[in-house]
Every structure is written in structure tokens, then in C-alpha cells.
Nanobody, 117 residues
Framework: QVQLVESGGGEVQPGGALRLSCAVSGSIFSIYAMAWYRQAPGRQRELVASITSRSRLDYADSVKGRFTISRDNAKNTMYLQMNNLKPEDTAVYYC???????????WGQGTQVTVSS
């Protein structure tokens, strides 16, 4: 059974940092391009960062220079280092395959990120 488990969210002040983790089980991980998505209240889910099987990176303009995506294929885990967080980064963050390249897996529960002073 495929399972995505996101963790690492929390509440931070503007300018703070968080590191999110995504553990993938039940699926071959290394061959797929993966991505982080986020969904803020009242808004559609959006892709914020992606990483191919060869670690080619892509970022939404809104997070470029602040977020860094990485993966550890040996651990079936993906990460998102988020620096200089802004209130507009507040959302539930999810991981999944890159929907532009591969079918999505069932969504996990996500992890809440709240940026507030």
C-alpha cells in the first residue's frame, strides 16, 4: 500500500525556517520525479518545488531563493528546507509525484505550516 507521510511543519515567525520531510512507502521512489505542494485556505493546491530522479530542481517563483528541495533515495525520503518564511507561505504542505510527469499517488495528511508574528 502506497503511503506518503509528511512531517516537520509548525508555527514560526516571519523570517524563520522549517525543514519538512516526506517519507514514501509502498512504491518505488527513486525513479519518480517528486514534488512539494501546498494548499492555503480558500485556494487551490499549488506545486511549489520539484525534483527529478536525477535531482534536477524546479521552483515556483514565489519560493525561489528561499526554499530548497532535496531527496535521499536510500531512505525513500524527500525534504523541503524553507528559509526566510513569509506569512503568505502559510498552508498545508503535501508531497507527491510531480503531477506534470507522473500519475499522483493518494495524498497524505499533509503538514501545517503557519507563519505569523
Amino acid at each position: 500500500q502506497v503511503q506518503l507521510v509528511e512531517s516537520g511543519g509548525g508555527e514560526v515567525q516571519p523570517g524563520g525556517a522549517l525543514r519538512l520531510s516526506c517519507a514514501v512507502s509502498g512504491s518505488i521512489f527513486s525513479i519518480y520525479a517528486m514534488a512539494w505542494y501546498r494548499q492555503a485556505p480558500g485556494r487551490q493546491r499549488e506545486l511549489v518545488a520539484s525534483i527529478t530522479s536525477r535531482s534536477r530542481l524546479d521552483y515556483a517563483d514565489s519560493v525561489k531563493g528561499r526554499f530548497t528541495i532535496s531527496r535521499d533515495n536510500a531512505k525513500n525520503t524527500m525534504y523541503l528546507q524553507m528559509n526566510n518564511l513569509k506569512p503568505e507561505d502559510t498552508a498545508v504542505y503535501y508531497c507527491n509525484r510531480d503531477q506534470r510527469l507522473f500519475p499522483l499517488m493518494d495524498w497524505g495528511q499533509g503538514t501545517q505550516v503557519t507563519v505569523s508574528s
